[in-house]
């Protein structure tokens, strides 16, 4: 059975500090990852894919790859209220797999 | 350029009855996949369609189906609902290219209560 663990939090972190959420996965052979963004009765909106070992920066986020430790991160620099959400990993196979997902709650 | 659209928004059934969700996807887009969500389950892939076809199908009763048009249009229904079918069904589209699993982005769900 696949597998994507995340922590379910929720995660505080105040205004202005950077939130770390993190994801470990179990098959060994995943290729792709990605970082999906979900408000509170809305749909999951996509932030990052990352592919490659190592860092992936966009703008405030930025996405780290471990294969070896088959292990993925999001990282939210300047945290903002309006960064609350639940935050989803998901790792290709044959479809997309999904954790849990975490939740964060940056408090002003 | 347009979202994935889902219709209807919202749904309420009752017990024993079928239902038929529809989901448009981004314009270009050949890949259709379907997702649950639940409170207690999180997203829970349901199958997928590409090209009119069922590509992949996750662990769901066969009381869930689904089909593709030509136009890349899905549809899914789900026959003699139970009060467990009570979800958030999201559809999900991205080019799908080659056989490597490419970015989807979802439409904004239907939310289904049955009662």
């Known amino acids: 059975q696949k597998e994507v663990e995340q922590n379910s939090g929720p995660l505080s972190v105040p205004e202005g500090a950077i939130a770390s959420l993190n994801c470990t996965y179990s098959d060994r052979g995943s290729q792709s990852f990605f970082w999906y963004r979900q408000y509170s009765g809305k749909s999951p909106e996509l932030i990052m894919f990352i592919y490659s070992n190592g860092d992936k920066e966009d703008g405030r986020f930025t996405a780290q790859l471990n294969k070896a430790s088959q292990y993925v991160s999001l990282l939210i620099r300047d945290s903002q209220p309006s960064d609350s959400a639940t935050y989803l990993c998901a790792v290709n196979g044959r479809e997309l797999i999904f954790g849990t997902g975490t939740r964060l709650q940056v408090f002003p | 350029k347009a979202g994935v659209t889902q219709t209807p928004r919202y749904l309420i059934k009752t017990r024993g009855q079928q239902v038929t969700l529809s989901c448009s996807p981004i314009s270009g887009h050949r890949s259709v996949s379907w997702y649950q969500q639940t409170p207690g389950q999180g997203l829970q892939f349901l199958f997928e369609?590409?090209?009119?076809?069922?590509?992949n199908k996750g662990n769901f009763p066969g009381r869930f189906s689904g089909r593709q048009f030509s136009n890349s249009r899905s549809e899914m229904n789900v026959s003699t609902l139970e009060l467990g079918d009570s979800a958030l069904y999201l559809c999900a589209s991205s080019f799908r290219q080659g056989k490597s699993q490419e970015t989807q982005y979802f439409g904004p769900g239907t939310r289904l209560l049955v009662l």
């Open positions: 369609y590409f090209s009119e076809t069922q590509r």
